[in-house]
């Protein structure tokens, strides 16, 4: 009796890091997929809520996770946008229907396109360039950075 009552509380224990493993995957899903949402080029190419809701629908969908359009929510007010999501992951299902979940939330506010603008010209584009060379090597070229060559610099191990 003894086995049979460790054995479902091994089983019970199991099922539980599972649905912590799981729920904790799909919020990071769904975070990740906010995020690209919200990046300063995508808000710039979808230009409205609807747009961007979409997006994250569509992107969060390709990764796995359902969420239903009134789980996501996406608010322009003042130059900045604000995304809201709300959704459940469902630990026990019963004849189709979910008995226990666990209640996962997102919320993210971002400025504006506007505020992300970098001018594109010579000065930005000489700044990179600078900081980002091509230096030859016995080994060939390489790109390197200008602030690792000065903390440390690249030191080959193989005879010329």
Known sequence: MRLVFWGLVAVAAAWVAYAVMMSAWQYF??????????????????????AVKNKILKDSAESGIALEDREVSVTADNQV?????????????????????IPLSLKRTKPAVGAFYLPAGRAFASAIIRSTRVRSSPAGATLT???????????????S
């Open 81 to 101: 946008y604000t995304v809201n999501v709300v959704w459940s992951f469902p630990v026990f299902i019963y004849q189709g229907e979910p008995v226990l979940r």
């Open 145 to 159: 950075n200008r602030s690792q060559e000065r903390m440390a610099p690249a030191v080959s191990c193989f005879a």
């Open 29 to 50: 899903q769904v975070s990740g997929v906010v995020d690209d949402a919200l990046q300063p080029r995508s808000v710039a190419e979808l230009g409205s809520e609807r």
